[in-house]
Each structure stands twice: as structure tokens, then as C-alpha cells.
């Protein structure tokens, strides 16, 4: 099974913190990595750095900040192909976030395909552009039957055409935020607790990983997805050296 | 045979096998909902064929062998049906074969059907699923309540548990929970993690007292039921032992905790003839041989203390010294303001009244405990043992609006006449923790 693993913060971390994870960070990267459960992973920018887009009557709102106004945010994620959510905790639990901040792990949908531009992203390769990740926020207004079938179907061709101009790395929806499960260790102890990190009532749906020229670019794409038409979608750069 | 005497042999049927034969389908075919389905038909089943064949010499293997049936005629009709038999046939046969010769092994006899019980408990107990849920699922799953049931003795509306029970099942399925009994590293804390699950659903039941909560009531004999399951299952295992031992200790003084009109009985005042002798001498064998291991945890820690109850003849003749010491045990394995709170009643009733007020005066400032109705209440005890009958009443008093039922609230305005009337008389309420 695939699943994302999105690293979560509760602010800055403390600087002997930052340090163990400076340091822990490439050890679990290249374990995971030789052991074959991680396919990718890449971290975020700070959360200044992301716009939130809403399109209401047809204008596109685009606010700064993350999704969600707490000061908890997502830092990073990986994807990985565990055996079953035992091993997902597993490997998790031995990422050195979830030792002082915590680690959510969320089922893909069955079909998550990684291409070539998904290859190379995982391997930092820069001939790509600037890659932009794009949540897909849902914050909890269900919308009709016919409109959720609308946006499935606009949804699909919003990617084919992504994919048909070179611009999409990746891109798959989360399974539902009831099948979420959040690690955190303590004193050597792995806690699990059922749900999302963030426990506001918008929450993640799925991510989109996108390769074009600039911030007003990505904001553009986000822009005609439509989710954005009634949810939101928070625009993140990658973070870079 | 009398219909009354095939109902009886169904019901007894029912509680043996219903976890075994639901346990056996989850882990042929993977899915929950058909393998409660199938066994609920394989019971109505046998309800219509008992009273005119008789029942069969052994129940549960009729039962599993209707219920298999029943799940392969499903399999092989509908979509669904197809799709699911395939994925049954992946995982239980290497050869992935679906051909109908291969079918019947799918629900063959041959491998080991306890194994199955434990992978369900496990499962159901899985610490990534919500608590409420584990609990709900655990119910219906392996103790074969009804939705309807559950909600009921949780006091919930049925579409809720409905909806819970759905979801949980959703999560295993869409998370990728496994169905296993969890490898050698993880099993102490899932263990743990399962018999935290037993004793919630016991301790709805205990705190359940009276006449009309008698369906909530029946949680603790059903906990019980999985409990005994489950040290049958793992006869090794310490703590499987503790928590039986404690959940049978506690049961055992049912009769005598509640009065005739539903009022709370203190330990000290219960009518220890009233115990149930039986449970007492099981627990107590429970415990000792779980001691013999010399791998002390909570649950035998706990079920220690519930035996210097059990033990004591009289309630003047308890061993307050040393179940203190037990407590300060239980603090260090389990550090909870609830423990110390306890501990300073053992203290005090030990014979230092000053020390245990002085644990409790320490504890007033922890924000955990700050609606807990039971530290006011232990203060106010104390201080009347003590002869201060003012302050004992004005605790009393703090006391009362915290007060969860209304069984606890008369308790504590009888007690709050009495000091008022200047009463002297001991009293050890907390004890009954």
C-alpha cells in the first residue's frame, strides 16, 4: 500500500532539536530509502512562504498563510509503499519529527502512478523548474452530489491537462481523513492517535506536486482547479538550499 | 428436544462460537461485514433445524461449517462476490487459485482457529483506530452484540454506534490495518493496549449500578468473557492474568455495592457475606500464579490491592500498610493524580491522617483533577476522620456539584448529614476504587 507521510511542526523547533534533526533527517532518509519504502520525499518551505487560493464568483482570492490558522503546519512529506499501516508507524516513528513533533500517515487511493517527472523530483533534480506542492484543503462544506461529481470529473481533466503541458509531477487524492493516523514519540514510547494532525475542521484531501515558472504560475493552476471553487488549495514552494 | 432447550443450546452455541466462527471468515474472505452476516445466518440457521434434527454433537462445528457455506454462496454470486473470493483466494492459498475445487479449503478445518480469535482482538484493538471504536468493534465482533445493544450501553442513539462501528471497519480496511497477531517487538505494549480495551468496557459496566442500567451492567460479564478468551489464548501472559484477576475481584462484590434503593455502599460498610465467593477464589488464583512470573504490571498491581480486600475478613482487619505500598507501586509503573489520590486514602487509612491529607492538599492544585467530584470527597472524609466536622462538611459540600450520577450525589448528602449531626464514624469510601 502507498502512503503519504506528511512531516507536521507545532512551531519552529528549538535549536538542539533542529540540530538532532539536521542530523537524524539523511540517516532515516537513506535507511528508508535502501530498505525500499520510501519512493519520495522532499520538504516544504516555511509556511510564510505559502498563498492560500479560493475562487468565489469566478475571482480568484488569494490569501497568505496556510490552510489552516494554527501554528502547526506541514513541513515536508514522503511517500512510501509499506506492507500494511504497521509498517507505516514503523518507519514513521523512527523519523526524527515525530520524536518532538509529530507525523501524520494518510492512505493514498488505490492508482497512485509515479512518472518520469516523479522520478526525477525524487532525485532533486533542478532541470524540472520550480516545483510547487498544492493541498488540496477540503474545510468541511460538503458540496451536493452533482457538484462532488462535477469535481471529480473537472478534477481529472484539470490533470490530464497539466499533465498534457509537462507540468505535473504528481498528483493522487488521500484516502478520507477518518482513515488518518498521527504518530508521536515519547520517551521512547510510539503514541498513535486516530485522526489528522491538524484537528481544525479543514484537512487535506490530496496533494498535487507542480513544475512551472513561477509563484503566480502555481497560483494560476490553483486557481482553475476546482476545488478551489469551493474549497481551497494551499501553494507551497519546496524548500531549497 | 423443547424449544426452550434448543434456544438454550443456541445461546450457549452463541457465546462459545460467534467470535471463533466471525474471526475464522475476516480472515479467509477479509471482509468484516460479510463474515457477521454469514454467522448471524448460520445461527438463525440453526435455530429452524436444531428443534427437528436435533442438535449436533458438536455445535460449533455445524455452525462454522453453515456459516463457511453460507460465505461461499455469496462469494460466488455478484460482482462484489467475485472480486472478494478472488482477494479470499489470494490470501488464502499461495497458488491464487479461485477454481471450485479450491474453494472448499478457503473454509477447511485444518488450520488453527484460535490463532484467528487472537488476530481479531488485535485487530479490533489496534491503537491507530478511535478508542470508542475499538471498544464497539471488539463488542460486536468477537462478543457478538448487536449494534443496538452497543448503543444501548453506551447510551448512544443506534444510528451512532452504527456509524461508529462503520467507520472503525472502514479504517482497517482503508489504512491497511493488518489481521494478524502483531510480531514479538510490538506485542507487551498492543497487549496492553487490548486489555486497556477489556477493562474500559468493564469498568462502563461496574460504574453502571442501578436497576435500570441493567444492559450496561452486562458489559462487565461480557469483559470478563473476553478477558477469560484471552488468558486462554495467551496462558503466559502476566497481565492477561491481572486484569482478569482484578476484573473478577471487583465483580465479585456486585451484590453488595448497591443497596436496596440503588444507593452506593461503601466498602467498609458492604455486607462481605454478599461477595461472591467463587470469583474471589478465582481471582486470587489468577493472581498468585500471575505474581509467580515476576513480571509485575498495572493490571497485577491493581488486582493486588482488590485481593487485601478480598482477603480481609472484616473491614478493620485490611492491610491499609500494605496497600500503600502496592499504590506507590502502581504510581511509579502508572504515575495518574487518580493513583496518588488513592494512595493518600491508603496512607491515611493506614493510620496517618496528616500525610494523607497532606498528598491530597498537593493534588488540589492539578488541573487534571480539578472536576474530579473524588478529591473533594476524599478530603472531606479524611478531615471527618480527623474529628473536623466544619471543614469536612464544606468539602463535602465543594464536593457535590461535581458529582457525576445521581447515586454519588445522595451518597455525599447522607454524608454531609451526618457531619452535620456530628458523626465520628470511619469511613473508607475511596477504597472501593
Request: aromatic share 6%; charged share 25%.
Amino acid at each position: 500500500m502507498k502512503y503519504l507521510l506528511f512531516i507536521c511542526a507545532d512551531g519552529l523547533p528549538a535549536p538542539e532539536d533542529l540540530a538532532v534533526l539536521q542530523r537524524e533527517c539523511p540517516r532515516w532518509v537513506e535507511e528508508m530509502d535502501g530498505r525500499g519504502v520510501r519512493l519520495l520525499g522532499r520538504e516544504l518551505d516555511l509556511p510564510e512562504t505559502a498563498a492560500t487560493v479560493r475562487v468565489r464568483d469566478g475571482e480568484t482570492l488569494v490569501t497568505d498563510g496556510p490552510f489552516a490558522e494554527t501554528k502547526e503546519f506541514m513541513a515536508g512529506f514522503d511517500v512510501l509503499e509499506c506492507a500494511d499501516l504497521d509498517e507505516a508507524i514503523e518507519v514513521a516513528a523512527k523519523h526524527p519529527s515525530s520524536w518532538f513533533d509529530a507525523i501524520e500517515i494518510r492512505p493514498f487511493m488505490d492508482g497512485l502512478r509515479l512518472g518520469e517527472a516523479a522520478q526525477a523530483f525524487a532525485h532533486g533534480d533542478d532541470s524540472l523548474g520550480s516545483v510547487y506542492c498544492l493541498m488540496i484543503c477540503l474545510d468541511g462544506i460538503p458540496a451536493s452530489p452533482e457538484e462532488e461529481e462535477a469535481i471529480t470529473r473537472e478534477s481529472k481533466a484539470w490533470g490530464q491537462d497539466l499533465e498534457a503541458r509537462g507540468l505535473q509531477v504528481l498528483g493522487h487524492p488521500l484516502q478520507h481523513k477518518s482513515t488518518a493516523t498521527t504518530v508521536r514519540v515519547r520517551n521512547g514510547e510510539t503514541l498513535l492517535s486516530d485522526g489528522p494532525f491538524i484537528e481544525t475542521k479543514e484537512f487535506i484531501a490530496g496533494i498535487d506536486v507542480v513544475s512551472c515558472a513561477d509563484r503566480q504560475e502555481a497560483i494560476e493552476l490553483a486557481a482553475a482547479h476546482p476545488i478551489a471553487r469551493y474549497h481551497a488549495i494551499e501553494v507551497r514552494p519546496f524548500w531549497s538550499e | 428436544m423443547t424449544r426452550p432447550a434448543v434456544q438454550r443450546a443456541v445461546d450457549a452455541a452463541f457465546r462459545e462460537e460467534w467470535g471463533r466462527i466471525v474471526a475464522a471468515l475476516i480472515r479467509r474472505t477479509g471482509d468484516w461485514d460479510l463474515a457477521e452476516e454469514c454467522a448471524q445466518e448460520a445461527f438463525t440457521e440453526a435455530l429452524r433445524r436444531w428443534p427437528v434434527d436435533g442438535v449436533p454433537h458438536s455445535p460449533g462445528a455445524w455452525l462454522t461449517t453453515v456459516a463457511g457455506n453460507r460465505a461461499i454462496d455469496r462469494l460466488r454470486r455478484g460482482t462484489r462476490g467475485a472480486e472478494l473470493l478472488e482477494r479470499a483466494g489470494r490470501e488464502a492459498l499461495p497458488q491464487s487459485d479461485t477454481d471450485e475445487d479450491a474453494m472448499p479449503e478457503l473454509f477447511d478445518e485444518t488450520d488453527e482457529i484460535e490463532d484467528d480469535r487472537l488476530r481479531l482482538i488485535f485487530t479490533c484493538c489496534h491503537p491507530a483506530l478511535p478508542l470508542e471504536g475499538r471498544v464497539a468493534l471488539t463488542l460486536r465482533s468477537l462478543a457478538g452484540l448487536t449494534t443496538a445493544e452497543i448503543a444501548r450501553a453506551f447510551l448512544v442513539p443506534e444510528a451512532t454506534m452504527a456509524k461508529r462501528l462503520t467507520r472503525t471497519k472502514a479504517k482497517i480496511a482503508a489504512a491497511g490495518i493488518p489481521y494478524r497477531v502483531p510480531p514479538a517487538h510490538l506485542l507487551p505494549e498492543r497487549t496492553a493496549g487490548v486489555l486497556a480495551v477489556l477493562y474500559l468496557m468493564f469498568n462502563e459496566g461496574h460504574s453502571a449500578s442501578s436497576g435500570t442500567e441493567l444492559i450496561r451492567a452486562g458489559l462487565c460479564d461480557e469483559a470478563i468473557r473476553l478477558g477469560r478468551a484471552l488468558h486462554q489464548l495467551m496462558p503466559d501472559e502476566p497481565e492477561a492474568m491481572g486484569a482478569l484477576a482484578l476484573m473478577l475481584l471487583h465483580h465479585s462484590r456486585r451484590n453488595a455495592r448497591v443497596g436496596g434503593d440503588g444507593e452506593l455502599i461503601t466498602l467498609e460498610e458492604q455486607d462481605r457475606g454478599r461477595w461472591d465467593k467463587v470469583e474471589i477464589d478465582e481471582g486470587l488464583q489468577l493472581l498468585e500464579s500471575a505474581l509467580r512470573r515476576r513480571q509485575v504490571g498495572p493490571y497485577q498491581l491493581q488486582a493486588a490491592i482488590a485481593a487485601c480486600h478480598a482477603r480481609a475478613g472484616s473491614a478493620a482487619e485490611t492491610d491499609w500498610r500494605e496497600i500503600a505500598g502496592l499504590y506507590a507501586l502502581l504510581e511509579v509503573q502508572m504515575p495518574s493524580p487518580v493513583v496518588r489520590l488513592n494512595w493518600a486514602v491508603a496512607v491515611a487509612m493506614a493510620g496517618e491522617i496528616e500525610a494523607g491529607l497532606a498528598i491530597v492538599d498537593e493534588l488540589s492544585g492539578d488541573a487534571r483533577l480539578e472536576r474530579y467530584y473524588l478529591l473533594e470527597a476524599t478530603r472531606a472524609d479524611l478531615l471527618r476522620r480527623q474529628g473536623d466536622q466544619a471543614a469536612a462538611a464544606a468539602a463535602y459540600e465543594h464536593a457535590l456539584p461535581l458529582a457525576p450520577s445521581e447515586v454519588e450525589r445522595r451518597y455525599l448528602l447522607s454524608r454531609l448529614q451526618e457531619v452535620g449531626r456530628s458523626s465520628f464514624a470511619l469511613d473508607t469510601s475511596r477504597a472501593d476504587a
